[in-house]
T-cell receptor, first 115, second 115 residues
Framework: AQKITQTQPGMFVQEKEAVTLDCTYDTSDPSYGLFWYKQPSSGEMIFLIYQGSYDQQNATEGRYSLNFQKARKSANLVISASQLGDSAMYFCAMREVHNTDKLIFGTGTRLQVFP | DTAVSQTPKYLVTQMGNDKSIKCEQNLGHDTMYWYKQDSKKFLKIMFSYNNKELIINETVPNRFSPKSPDKAHLNLHINSLELGDSAVYFC??????????????FGQGTRLTVV
């Protein structure tokens, strides 16, 4: 079974609008960490934001925020005020407490921001 | 000052050859990884090392042999290259594998093309 599911292979958003990228996860661990990474066309992997399973508040980092719904096992990334430079692949990832030595990735969502 | 650097960035080679990819991190991290990103952009962990010791080997063919001479280096040697080995290989590191909230820092990737 997929541990991390990103159901949107591609998303379009107009510049300055907000966009939500979906991520659902599957784990029986009581404790886990959720991450989002950005991969622009240049290929590097850029860490964006982290959410711990016991964090009471949704994580925010600048224009990035995480809509964490633990009961639904979802950790959606919200990008506000989209910019052309946000066009990239976005990956959701998870680290589980029983296996902290690996980061498990979803299949990614390609976001395209148009003027 | 590149945090995680891998060389070469591009590698084109013929089937059957043996090649190596080198990775070094100057972050003082204990844990290093190799990930493979296939043509559909899916990122899958191959190996994880913690302080030079192999922790995870994700059923990778034994033609792939990682070597960690010290905790700052994790090289990947591939024997008898096959067409299906064509992918982007990412090296990454984390402060330590035991902490949930530690993101992985990625190198810029090595695009391997087997012809």
């Amino acid at each position: 079974a997929q541990k991390i599911t990103q159901t949107q292979p591609g998303m379009f958003v107009q510049e300055k609008e907000a966009v939500t990228l979906d991520c659902t996860y599957d784990t029986s661990d009581p404790s886990y960490g959720l991450f989002w990474y950005k991969q622009p066309s240049s290929g590097e992997m850029i860490f964006l934001i982290y959410q711990g399973s016991y964090d009471q508040q949704n994580a925010t980092e600048g224009r990035y925020s995480l809509n964490f719904q633990k009961a639904r096992k979802s950790a959606n990334l919200v990008i506000s005020a989209s910019q052309l430079g946000d066009s990239a692949m976005y990956f959701c990832a998870m680290r589980e407490v029983h296996n902290t030595d690996k980061l498990i990735f979803g299949t990614g969502t390609r976001l395209q921001v148009f003027p | 000052d590149t945090a995680v650097s891998q060389t070469p960035k591009y590698l084109v080679t013929q089937m059957g050859n043996d090649k190596s990819i080198k990775c070094e991190q100057n972050l003082g991290h204990d844990t290093m990884y190799w990930y493979k990103q296939d043509s559909k952009k899916f990122l899958k962990i191959m190996f994880s090392y913690n302080n030079k010791e192999l922790i995870i080997n994700e059923t990778v063919p034994n033609r792939f042999s990682p070597k960690s001479p010290d905790k700052a280096h994790l090289n990947l040697h591939i024997n008898s290259l096959e067409l299906g080995d064509s992918a982007v290989y990412f090296c990454a590191s984390s402060p330590k594998g035991g902490a949930l909230n530690t993101e992985a820092f990625f190198g810029q990737g090595t695009r391997l093309t087997v012809v």
